[in-house]
């Protein structure tokens, strides 16, 4: 079956091959972990999906795994909590650390799905932009300095002439090297430029 992941880890078997059907259920891959460290030492991040995880589990705990995902990898998939009535402000702290969601039992088996799809929503639109951000280096890498120069004081605003005047050009070679920005870059109208300096200012 192609398509995103549910990783599951818990350490109850019942509760893990419960929550195995369920999601099956919805035609989503899921893979069950019974603890932590197996999942890390499994885990490869270029796979899309999700985590449901433990929040209290023997061994690595929940927290101390989100913690090593965040250390290990610049992007890995978003991470929802199951969590008992005691353990909320635990979850709260797994929120605060980047967690996506968390989810307190006992809850209905619906919203345990909405919040996967969302998750994993979520994932694809921030492996999207990593893409993106990705491919936009790559394009600025084939700039002159000089182009560099020019792209970013056009994605700041600035008319040709006010570029001529910083970097003592004359408006005509600005007009050159702006042109060359757009070829090399694949950018049709100013506007696309922003975007770009945007999207490498927000990696």
Same mark, same amino acid.
């Given at each position: 079956?192609?398509?995103?992941?549910?990783?599951?880890?818990?350490?109850?078997?019942?509760?893990?091959?419960?929550?195995?059907?369920?999601?099956?259920?919805?035609?989503? +891959?899921?893979?069950?972990?019974?603890?932590?460290?197996?999942?890390?030492?499994?885990?490869?991040?270029?796979?899309?999906?999700? $985590?449901?995880?433990?929040?209290? =589990?023997? %061994?690595?705990?929940?927290?101390?795994?989100?913690?090593?995902?965040?250390?290990?990898?610049?992007?890995?998939?978003? #991470?929802?909590?199951?969590?008992?009535?005691?353990?909320?402000?635990?979850? *709260? @702290?797994?929120?605060?650390?980047?967690?996506?969601?968390?989810?307190?039992?006992?809850? @209905?088996?619906?919203?345990?799905?909405? @919040?996967? !799809?969302?998750? #994993?929503?979520?994932?694809?639109?921030?492996? %999207?932009?990593?893409?993106?951000?990705?491919? =936009?280096?790559?394009?600025?890498?084939?700039?002159?300095?000089?182009?560099?120069? *020019?792209?970013?004081? *056009?994605?700041?605003?600035?008319? +040709?002439?006010?570029?001529?005047?910083?970097? %003592?050009?004359?408006?005509?070679?600005?007009?050159? &090297?702006?042109?060359?920005? $757009?070829?090399?870059? &694949?950018?049709?109208?100013?506007?696309?430029? *922003? /975007? $770009?300096?945007? !999207? $490498? /200012?927000? %990696?």
């Amino acid at each position: 079956m192609s398509g995103p992941t549910v990783f599951i880890i818990d350490d109850d078997p019942a509760v893990a091959r419960s929550l195995r059907w369920l999601i099956e259920a919805v035609q989503l +891959n899921v893979e069950l972990f019974s603890s932590a460290q197996a999942f890390l030492e499994a885990y490869d991040a270029t796979t899309p999906g999700c $985590m449901v995880l433990d929040v209290r =589990i023997p %061994g690595l705990s929940g927290l101390e795994l989100q913690e090593q995902l965040a250390g290990k990898y610049a992007y890995h998939a978003p #991470i929802i909590f199951i969590t008992g009535h005691g353990d909320v402000k635990m979850a *709260v @702290r797994a929120i605060q650390a980047g967690a996506f969601d968390f989810i307190e039992k006992p809850f @209905r088996d619906q919203e345990l799905l909405d @919040r996967i !799809q969302r998750a #994993i929503i979520f994932d694809a639109e921030q492996r %999207g932009k990593i893409a993106e951000r990705v491919e =936009i280096s790559e394009l600025f890498a084939t700039l002159s300095p000089r182009e560099r120069e *020019v792209f970013g004081l *056009v994605a700041e605003g600035m008319s +040709n002439k006010a570029i001529a005047y910083d970097l %003592g050009l004359s408006s005509k070679t600005v007009e050159v &090297h702006r042109a060359k920005v $757009m070829e090399k870059l &694949h950018a049709r109208s100013l506007a696309d430029l *922003v /975007k $770009m300096s945007m !999207q $490498m /200012k927000s %990696g």
